[in-house]
């Protein structure tokens, strides 16, 4: 079983949006064990639209359009996959009752436009699943004999994630009979090269190239570190998962426990969060370059309240001296960090206190170069630590390159400290 | 001239990473006046990748293939490009060199597994730009007698990035010939239905249909509002930048003034600054369930330590007590965040102060359910002005929804008074 993905939309080619509904709906397709091989963006034009389609549906048993369904002009789909069916573009009475009947519902009167949605190409169905007021499409194609199908649905995401979850996968799943199933586990590492990880395991990747039952990648995910990707596939789920487990243990042991900091979707926030929960600790920030991303990427783990009390952007100087209580004179030392650090758990009252400071450009300050960042962890009753780096890259990268150093920082520090 | 781009990584298909390369190289083309009508993901397999890439080079002049370059068994490209030449893949000694020089001045010995990085196809040249350890490949090829090209560029942005800037946009401009230029000019929108902007544009989109001078259309960019995208294509910069000009002048006639809050790379955050530093004005902002988000952003934009002072996450209730001087009591209330917005301009010291509370999730608080979200503003001498909303979807989309909220009624104050 074999599905692509085409998705739709000047924009996506221009780069005005990044197109991450091909990568949800390919994530989903592998773990629905369904070969995803090929995904192509393509632009609002009608002939394209229809090549690129009518190429997608001669490789693939099934086909999945993403976007274009909206009610304006360059919304092209219907069309194309008429023209790819050979059949006329109809209006379906029923379907144009519900749509007027979402726009009831909401109290906001129809324009007109959106009867352009309640047309389908002869021959296909609308999914029952209609979370938006742009109905998907199922359409039936046969192709060189053999059955086929082409789903369209909307590119606003959940509306698309609704109709895949609910309709297209369970359909897909049917039709390819008894599929396999493909599982992945991602072991999150930080403080090594892609290279050197590599040549640890590329012994362990020429036995699984040979043996077949699963297969290591790795991902660089730039600022967060280094992903190992273990990808196994079997017959059912319990299977995969035991691969998967073998495999990690494996890997585990090459690598080093120490270099792993999480697994798939475990952040270095989500990690220190747990950390400090197991122990009963609570957490504040003090942020100066970082400027709440720290505090903002820790309020995004659900449940971060048990843990997480609060932070202090203290982006002006004055905020540092007169609200976290470091000393007056230079701020971008490790000294104004720990006293940043210190300062904000009185300030907010917490156990434990995490700071960054320095400078993210485009100026330098204090003489300083763009780049110098220096963080530090106060835990307890331990003296607080903390170190100075000099990073690469642009204002955003020393930023996020900052935070994650930070709380990297912390992780360790819960970790020493509560093995002594 | 075309140029397609073939994007490289299992891990793409698998949506483990989204492909922003692609979309980032779509933008340049378009800026340089190449058009790019088709972008491909294929996964790490040999012949998928021959057969991705083949295709590619029969419909297109150039091809940029980017991914796979690495120094891992899984980087295939080069043995690709290779097959897909007819060629040998040969080891360069110079380039061997260069990447060992690159290891020594970094004080980092070199894993033998980089020098398959030193690897080129014959007939091929290495691109001399190499920021990374990854060089980059300008391969020739002549197809059906036409003699075209494909470039090998590593995934890792800013390396890409850099060959792309430096040499192979140059290159791709050069082999097109006087090529005509594409531009685009965004109208960010906050407050309108995508049919509605739509019914209100359908005519003048008609009419550019016919006269064909330049293009519109829309794109949902989810919270953030609706885009109004111009597109002009000319013989040069001058005359595009005058056909943008004057279709922007009719556009905002139409949808009207008060729904365009920015142009291209304007965001909430950088409109609201810019307001305050007209005005003198210093910021300062109070977050609860935003937790640093909106702090976050508005510190992401450079220049904004003029304005930003800092602010105060209270995600506890007792910080809101304790430190912003709230009123004991419920805090998810339009009472509460009014005196948060009060409260941090006196405890950081700025002249405008914007708060944000609420229940992001996952559970209820004091009763309210997940999604009520209050924001307040605080002016100056006028009283401070707030709105309660109940906003649908998930804990991040509740979070990022509370903040464009809050930046929005921001602006909307600093306007209106500015006027009194």
New interface residues.
């Given amino acids: 079983m074999r599905c692509e993905v085409v998705a739709i939309g ?11 509904n ?7 397709l ?1 773990l629905s064990g369904i070969d ?10 009608i002939d ?1 639209m229809v090549a ?1 389609i009518s190429a997608a549906i001669s490789r693939a048993d099934a086909v999945i359009c993403c976007g274009g369904l ?5 919304d092209m789909t219907r069309t194309a996959l008429a023209q790819v069916m050979g059949v006329e573009l109809l209006m379906d009475d029923d379907r144009a009752d519900i749509i007027r009947w979402m726009f009831r519902g909401r109290d ?1 009167s ?5 009867l352009l949605q309640a047309m389908a190409p002869q021959g296909a169905s609308f999914l029952d699943t209609q979370p938006g ?1 742009a109905p998907g499409l199922r359409c039936p194609i046969t192709v060189d004999g053999v059955e086929k199908v082409i789903y369209a649905v909307p ?4 509306e698309m994630q609704e109709m895949m979850t609910a309709e297209i996968l369970p359909e897909l799943r049917e039709r390819g009979g008894k599929a396999s199933v493909i599982r ?1 586990r ?1 072991l999150r590492t930080w403080g090594e ?4 990880l ?2 640890m395991l ?1 012994e362990r ?2 036995e699984l ?1 040979e043996s077949g039952t699963s297969t290591l ?6 600022i967060e570190g280094l ?1 190992v ?1 273990i ?1 196994a596939k079997a017959d059912s789920d319990v299977e995969a998962d035991q691969i998967l487990a073998q495999e990690e243990r494996l890997v585990r042991s090459i690598i080093g426990e120490h270099l792993i900091f999480g697994v798939d979707e475990d952040t270095m926030e989500s990690v220190v969060l747990d950390l400090c929960r197991r122990r009963g600790l609570t957490l504040a ?1 003090a ?1 100066s ?8 990427r ?3 783990v ?4 048990s843990v ?9 100087s ?2 540092k001296f ?2 976290l209580g470091v000393d007056e004179g230079p701020v971008v030392s490790e000294e104004a960090a720990r006293q940043m650090a210190v300062g904000v758990r009185a ?3 917490a156990d434990v206190g995490v700071a960054t400071t320095g400078v ?3 100026d330098e300050q204090e003489g300083r170069p763009v780049g110098t960042v220096c963080v530090a962890v106060s835990v307890g009753d331990a003296a607080p630590v903390s170190m100075e780096l000099r990073l690469p ?1 642009r ?2 990268q020393v ?1 996020e390159f900052a935070c994650i150093t930070a709380l990297s920082l912390l992780r360790q520090e819960l970790i020493s400290s509560a093995a002594e």
Same sequence: chains 1, 2.
Avoid: H
């Avoid at 995803?36 to 034009?45: I, P, Y």
């Avoid at 590119?155 to 959940?158: I, M, S």
């Fill in positions: 000047t924009e996506l080619l221009l780069g005005q949006i990044v197109d991450t091909s990568s949800w709906i390919g994530e989903q592998a995803s091989m090929l995904q192509t963006k393509v632009g609002d034009n394209r690129a909206g009610p304006t002009q360059d906001r129809m324009p007109d436009s959106n007021t590119g606003v995401p959940w992945s991602t090269s892609e290279s050197r590599g040549e590329a990747i020429v190239d990648a790795f991902l660089a995910s730039g992903k990707r990808t920030v942020e370059l970082t400027g709440g991303l720290m505090a903002s820790l309020c995004d659900p449940g971060a309240s997480f009390r609060g932070g202090v952007v203290s982006y002006a004055s905020v007169d609200v300030a907010i009252g993210a450009g485009p890259g204002r955003r930023r």
